[in-house]
């Protein structure tokens, strides 16, 4: 959603100076660093893969990377509004991968991807680095106010939210966190080695490799090594009741990934708070939890305690877990910058990724479930090796043979992501449509057609 407009924010090609006398040239906006990688390479041999004759010359931009994020813009909006509608195509209740499951990680692959180019010349890194902070900082508290409570949804013209129960993490929040790790690892954990292999590529960026390699471990230890007590939470007595009924949940366990006793929900208790959590719980949507599995509905009887209990799909330690997919984006970026010929690109892309899916399907046979809402290594392999396909057939179609007559709206939609994101996702267009009524504000344009209508 947000990768585009946290790469190209403030324009191309800027000369920083720093405090140190030292100026760096950094590519703020894709294209620019794509079409200098085109040009440095303009000499270089014929590419093996003959595109048509009307895009023989390089193109100045990698259109595959905005049409990757329109198509998952166009992904997203299609889950967002027909989920509801086809439950089987919304987020897994729990375990599982559906449609929905892969928007998330397309998203931060394609930030790591964008800054795999950007970040490709680069001498002065504390000039750098300060506006990679700056970037972040201004879209958590973007984030933060689009997905923190402050607006209270369709059919509810009302608005502010309670500090004391006001939601810090969300999805901005995440991609946000994604950017600057990713930004960070560029500047600072690369080497002076050439590149001529896939092997002396490995070894440029090794260091890149080890923060994922990390990453998981810290993740896995956390996940499988902490054990989470008893805990409980409060909720209302019915819905117009302000006295609340305390809940308590028996856990006791260890290395548990169920809904109810696992290590990431217990560290965002203890860090976050209980009540800075997403109320809405993605295992609300369970069997053991909803009659109309896999959709929301009343609690079945005899429905486990935590059924209503909070839980934030992107939360503190998956976000960890979720690092990893920006970090390997980073890498299918550096295969662009370092790699000329379509054929061996497409090569170096094809071979991971088929090797990621088969990674993360033996660990999800051998018990370490592909799980959205944790996040977890085998989701990360899973949807990661998706994403990396996925950008090789969009580069053979869109950029090697030159066919956009048909991907032309996704290209566009993939160069104003977060405008559409912002508008549709976080319902800003609905309330806006719905803040002009007549007589009743249950009169709106968006009842007059037939959406968000309100009963009397």
Known sequence: MASYQLIKEGGGGLDMKGNNNCTVRIDDDVESAFQRINQSSSSSPSHRLRPKASSTQPSSRLVSLDVFRGLTVVLMIIVDDAGGIIPSINHSPWNGLTLADFVMPFFLFMVGVSLGLVYKNMPCRATAS??????????????????????HGINNLTYGVD????????????????????????????????????LSLLKKYQWHWVMVFMLTTVYLVLLYGLYVPDWSYQVPLSASSEVRELVKVKCGVRGNTGPACNAAGMIDRVILGIQHLYRKPIYARTQQCSINSPDYGPLPPNAPSWCQAPFDPE?????????????????????????KDHKYRLLQWLVPSSGFIILGVLCNIFGMHIN???????????????????????????????YRRFTMVLEWMGMNALVIYVLVACNILPLI???????????????????GKQKH
Not at 377 to 401: E, K, P, Q
């Open 433 to 451: 449509l719905q803040g002009f009524y007549w007589n009743h504000p249950g009169n709106n344009i968006l009842s007059l057609i037939g959406v």
């Open 163 to 198: 500090m004391g129960q006001i939601r810090w993490m969300g999805i901005l929040q995440r991609i946000a966190i994604a950017y600057l790790v990713g930004a960070m690892c560029e500047i600072w954990l690369r080497n002076d080695e050439k590149v001529g292999s896939g």
């Open 130 to 151: 300060r506006k990679a902070i700056f970037r972040t900082v201004k879209f958590l508290i973007l984030g933060v106010f689009l997905q923190g409570g402050y607006f």
């Open 315 to 339: 939360g503190l330690l998956s976000t960890v877990m979720a690092l990893a997919t920006c970090l390997i984006g980073v890498q299918y970026g550096h295969v662009i910058v370092h790699f």
């Open 372 to 402: 959205k809402a944790l996040y977890s290594f085998s989701y990360m392999c899973v949807t990661t090796g998706v994403a990396g396909i996925l950008l090789a057939s969009i580069y053979l179609v869109v950029d090697v043979y030159g």
